[in-house]
């Protein structure tokens, strides 16, 4: 069992990363890692799961001129009646924001034995993406324009600060087989300063005062967008530098907790000046 796309919770958590310079118009990010605990928010009686634990780990190295790369990790333990099953999801992506090509790799284990193995490469084009793909299959596509998961989440940060609430957009980040654009809507509510019963604000550090925008994310099928329920949604809380926290990943049956237990931010590199 998958829960959803790992490739589109790392694309989510690059937005743990903080916002600094924005060299021509797009945003440099800190490197850093970041943890999250996991834990079953709720389940229907349908899903059969009685528990979930794990742990999610985002690690993201580069700068905006050199490109970023992102190691994202994605375990837990599913426990029904009839069995107790370990995944084990792994991402690794390359983004570099000017050439606007996305290179991606996506593992996932069931109990310790590889099940699925992602992997290629995108480029962006004035109206298209073109796809190479090595795994599963070595197959070249054509699909409509979309934005990489670094820009896309980028997107997010600008338009909040814009005062946007409400809008659409369309992603490619490799998941699955790596040939669908996934249609995304995004709800932002008005920023809030965190309660003094709000323990999670603690783990942000320094920022643990600050205000957040309470952010909605439902991802569609793009060959399939005129179906009313999504695949998938996941709803964070973003501070203005990008930091996100109180996770809840919601797959319909059943619905993960994701509480952040650790952030880590390492030097970043600056971009050397241009010609």
């Known amino acids: 069992m998958a829960f959803g796309s790992a490739a589109a919770l790392a694309g989510l958590l690059s937005t743990t990363a903080l916002s600094i310079a924005q060299p021509a118009g797009a945003a440099a990010l800190v490197p850093h890692r970041a943890v999250y605990d996991l834990e079953l928010a709720n389940s229907e009686e349908r899903s059969g799961i009685s528990g979930v634990y794990g742990r999610m780990v985002y690690e993201m190295n580069g ?75 070595q197959i070249s596509l054509a699909l409509d324009r979309a934005l990489f998961p670094t820009d896309h989440m980028i997107e997010l940060i600008a338009k909040a600060k814009a005062g946007e609430r409400f809008y659409q957009s369309h992603i490619y980040d490799g998941s699955d087989d790596g040939d669908k654009i996934m249609l995304t809507t995004t709800v932002i509510g008005e920023p809030r300063e965190p309660s003094a019963q709000d323990a999670e604000a603690k783990q942000a550090g320094p920022f643990a005062n600050d205000t957040a925008w309470p952010v909605t994310i439902a991802y569609f099928n793009e060959a399939e967008s005129g179906d009313e329920v999504p695949e998938y949604q996941i709803s964070f809380k973003l501070y203005e530098n990008g930091l996100t926290r109180d996770l809840e990943m919601d797959y319909g049956d059943f619905a993960l907790r994701g509480t952040l237990a650790g952030l880590e931010v390492f030097d970043a590199k600056e971009c050397a000046e241009q010609p």
């Open 63 to 137: 700068s905006a001129c050199d490109g970023f790369t992102v190691n994202f990790r994605f375990v837990t333990r599913i426990d029904t009646d009839e069995f107790s099953r370990v995944t084990d999801q792994q991402t690794t992506t390359y983004e570099d924001l000017r050439a606007g090509t996305f290179e991606f790799v996506n593992r996932s284990f069931v109990d310790d034995t590889l099940d699925s193995e992602t992997r290629g490469s995108a480029r962006r084009t004035d109206d298209a993406i073109d796809v190479e793909m090595e795994a599963p299959q």
